[in-house]
C-alpha cells in the first residue's frame, strides 16, 4: 500500500492541526475505500473469484472505487442499491462510466436481493466475491490497522506526537481499525470518531463490535481498554446521512479558500466542523491534533452545486 502524506494545516481552536491525506491514494480519487479496496481485491485475487457484488447509494464512495476496482480488471460487478438514497450524484455518474450493474430496490429488499443476485451467479457457474457496504468486515478494519502504523511511522521519524486523532465515522470500520491498532501498539492518545449519520449507543455499538471482532477470541485488549479507546461523537451528524446543516456547509467554504483543503457535506465537513467544535468546547488547546482526511472528493463538487 502506498503511504499517504501527513503534513501541518494550521492552528485550529489553539491546537496544532496536522492533516492525513487519505484522499490522495492514487486510485479512483483515493479516500479511505480506495485504501480498504485494495485488500478486498488482493482477497478476491486469491480466491479466483470472478466478479463482485457490493451495495451502497448512489452516493456511496465505497461503489465508486469497488466498481472501478472492477472495470480496471474487466471484471463485471454488481451494486445493489436502495431507492429511497438514490439521487444523480457525480459518483453515480462515475459508477455508470464504470459500466456497474446497479440494482435499485426499496431499502427492506436490499439483503434479498444481494442473496438472490449471489445465488443466482453460482447457479451459473460463476464465482461472485461480496464485500460488505463500506467496506465493513475484518478486512476494512485491516486496512486501518495499517493506517494507524503509518501514523506511528511518521511520528517517530518525525519526532512529533499526536495527542488526538479525528476522523469520520460511518459503518465503523475506520475507526475500529485506528483502535485496534492503538490497543495492539499499546500506545496513549485520543481517537475520536466523528458519527456522519449513526447515533449512540448503536453507532458506538457497531464500532465496539468490528474492535472485539478484529482483535478476536485472544483477548489481546480487556474489555475495559476496548470500552476506553472508543470515542464516539454523535452531535454533528447535520440533518441525517449526506446532509450538511449551514455551519457545516460555512465550514467547509472556508477550509477550502483558507487552505485549498476540499472536504465534503457527507463525511469531511461534518468530520471537521465536530472536531473544532470539540476542542473548542472541551478547552483543548497546545496540542497536535491529526485531521484523518477520507476522501470524498466528488462529493466535494457535488456539495457546491
Ligand atoms: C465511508 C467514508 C467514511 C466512513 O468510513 P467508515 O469506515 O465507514 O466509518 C468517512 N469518510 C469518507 C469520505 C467515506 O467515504
Known amino acids: 500500500m502506498q503511504r ?3 503534513h501541518t494545516l494550521g492552528t485550529e481552536a489553539g491546537c496544532r492541526l496536522f492533516v492525513k491525506r487519505e484522499d490522495l491514494l492514487p486510485f479512483s480519487f483515493g479516500g479511505n475505500k480506495a485504501r480498504k479496496a485494495e485488500l478486498f481485491f488482493q482477497e478476491l485475487a486469491k480466491e479466483g473469484a470472478d466478479c463482485v457484488v457490493t451495495y451502497g447509494s448512489s452516493s456511496s464512495n465505497h461503489c465508486r472505487v469497488v466498481s472501478n476496482k472492477a472495470a480496471s480488471l474487466g471484471m463485471p460487478c454488481w451494486i445493489i442499491s436502495p431507492e429511497e438514497a438514490s439521487e444523480r450524484t457525480s459518483n453515480l455518474a462515475l459508477m455508470e462510466l464504470f459500466e456497474a450493474k446497479i440494482e435499485t430496490v426499496p431499502v427492506d429488499c436490499v ?12 447457479s451459473e457457474g ?6 460488505a457496504g463500506g467496506g465493513h468486515g475484518n478486512l476494512g478494519t485491516q486496512a486501518y490497522v495499517d493506517c494507524y502504523d503509518e501514523i506511528r511511522d511518521y511520528e517517530r521519524r518525525e519526532g512529533i506526537h499526536f495527542d488526538y486523532i479525528f476522523h469520520a465515522s460511518g459503518t465503523g470500520t475506520t475507526q475500529a481499525g485506528l483502535i ?3 490497543l495492539l501498539a499499546g500506545d496513549e492518545r485520543e481517537i475520536i ?3 456522519i449519520a449513526r447515533k449512540a449507543p448503536r453507532g458506538r455499538d457497531v464500532v465496539l463490535q468490528s474492535v472485539r471482532d478484529y482483535l478476536g477470541e485472544g483477548a489481546r485488549a480487556s474489555e475495559e481498554a476496548i470500552q476506553a479507546a472508543t470515542r464516539f461523537v454523535d452531535d454533528y451528524t447535520g440533518d441525517g446521512y449526506a446532509v ?19 472536504l465534503d457535506p457527507t463525511y469531511t465537513g461534518k468530520a471537521f466542523t465536530g472536531m473544532i467544535d470539540y476542542l473548542t468546547k472541551n478547552r483543548i488547546s497546545e496540542k497536535n491534533v491529526l485531521f484523518i482526511h477520507t476522501g470524498g472528493t466528488p462529493l466535494f463538487f457535488d456539495g457546491l452545486k
Open 180 to 182: 485496534c491498532g492503538r
Open 193 to 195: 470518531g466523528i458519527s
Open 244 to 262: 450538511a446543516n449551514r455551519e457545516i456547509t460555512a465550514t467547509i467554504h472556508r477550509v477550502m479558500r483558507q487552505y485549498g483543503l476540499p
Open 4 to 6: 499517504t502524506p501527513i
Open 126 to 131: 460463476r464465482k461472485p466475491y461480496f464485500i
Open 111 to 122: 439483503h434479498d436481493t444481494i442473496e438472490a443476485r449471489l445465488a443466482l451467479l453460482k
